[in-house]
């Protein structure tokens, strides 16, 4: 990819040289997969039923895979101690997006969960503001000041709730159980005492229950799914039906290129369905070699993880990898029928700008955080 002489001592030769590379080409090769499978699944989709050029949603695709690459590559480039001075105003101005959705939000399907401005059209503030909680969560619990760790865990759930709220006013389940569970497993990674995780967990489960009771409007669409899904009889299940039918007609190799007819009958197919549409399409091997990329992944943050002696950085990549595979695995539940339908994208592969994106902050992090940092390399910039 790069050719550097080991003495060149320039700030892109020192990131290659300590760059983890297998987590950088397993990423990159995702985000071109992804621009594949959106040629595949959206050309003819746009061409006969949107009345846009047909290869509208292609080109659009490209355009936010081109932005996301250049994205992870300048935040994996950055010194650690840039990315803790500005992660708290950065993640100020990603929330007072998300306060905006409510009053100046799109909505779609009966959720409001879109911004559409001059300068940012259309996208999804939730999407930029996960990775930004994570490693701000990751700060607060390790804050060197005297303070009580339990007051620390007390100070990272008063920023949590607002985002929860807000989630669920949109409404947008899905979301607010990823953010919520990857808090979680911060908080465990900490060292929390699990009888404390546990009553924590109990409260959580209480105040849901009070929402809930107190706003029963705003739940009605997901008790709906739910019924739907114990009970297909009881709801609409067209969407997921089609999508379960694809992956079977796919088999083990599928039906080749071009071959699929569920990006024809479901609109939302290269969002929400677009691993049904790779089963239908190249087969239930190829879907695993692309979960196997998304484990490998996982595998050597892990790695890092283990041998990483900064409690921050070991903290950030436990709830950024939490992020990664539980979309990923939710996703893919979804897709087969396993779980409710929640609206969930499939990280770096799904259409949608705001989607890949927010992936490729999550990846530029990981990048950053899993780099070898020799001594007088992270504090270069």
């Not at 290659?16 to 997969?33: A, E, G, M, P, T």
């Not at 959206?42 to 355009?63: A, D, M, P, R, V």
């Amino acid at each position: 990819m790069f050719n550097f002489k080991r003495e060149d001592t320039s700030l892109a030769a020192k990131w290659w040289r300590n760059i983890d590379k297998q987590i950088l080409s397993s990423i990159i090769f995702l985000l071109l997969l992804g621009l594949f499978f959106s040629f595949v699944s959206t050309s003819q989709l746009i061409g006969e039923t949107l009345n846009k050029e047909t290869y509208f949603f292609f080109i659009k695709h490209f355009f936010f895979v081109l932005i996301s690459i250049i994205l992870l590559l300048a935040i994996s480039i950055q010194s650690r101690d840039t990315i803790k001075k500005f992660i708290v105003p950065l993640f100020i101005i990603s929330f007072i997006f998300l306060i905006m959705v409510p009053f100046i939000g799109v909505e779609v399907k009966g959720s409001k969960r879109w911004l559409d401005l001059i300068f940012l059209p259309k996208f999804q503030p939730v999407e930029i503001i996960k990775p930004l909680f994570v490693i701000l969560i990751a700060k607060i619990v390790v804050l060197e000041k005297n303070l009580n760790q339990y007051y620390k865990y007390l100070l990272s759930l008063l920023v949590l709730l607002p985002i929860l709220f807000l989630l669920v006013n949109q409404p947008d389940i899905g979301q607010t159980f990823l953010i919520f569970f990857s808090w979680i497993a911060m908080i465990f990674a900490s060292g929390i005492n699990l009888i404390v995780l546990g009553g924590i967990g109990v409260l959580s489960f209480g105040i849901i229950g009070l929402v809930i009771y107190f706003f029963p409007s705003k739940f009605g669409y997901i008790f709906s799914r739910i019924a739907s899904f114990f009970d297909p009889a009881k709801g609409d299940n067209y969407q997921s039906q089609k999508a379960l039918d694809a992956i079977q007609q796919g088999g083990l190799t599928g039906q080749g290129m071009g071959e699929g007819v569920l990006k024809d009958r479901v609109p939302e197919a290269h969002t929400d369905y677009i691993i049904a549409v790779i089963s239908e399409e190249f087969g239930i091997l190829f879907v695993l070699f692309v979960v196997f990329l998304f484990l490998y992944i996982a595998y050597r943050v892990f790695n890092k993880i283990f041998t990483e002696k900064e409690e921050f950085i070991k903290l950030s990549l436990v709830g950024l990898t939490v992020l990664l595979i539980f979309q990923t695995f939710i996703h893919i539940g979804v897709n087969v029928r396993l779980l409710p339908t929640t609206g969930m994208t499939l990280p770096f592969l799904s259409h949608g700008g705001s989607s890949i994106i927010g992936s490729s902050i999550v990846a530029g992090v990981i990048l950053n955080f899993t780099r070898n940092t020799p001594k007088g390399f992270a504090d270069h910039e």
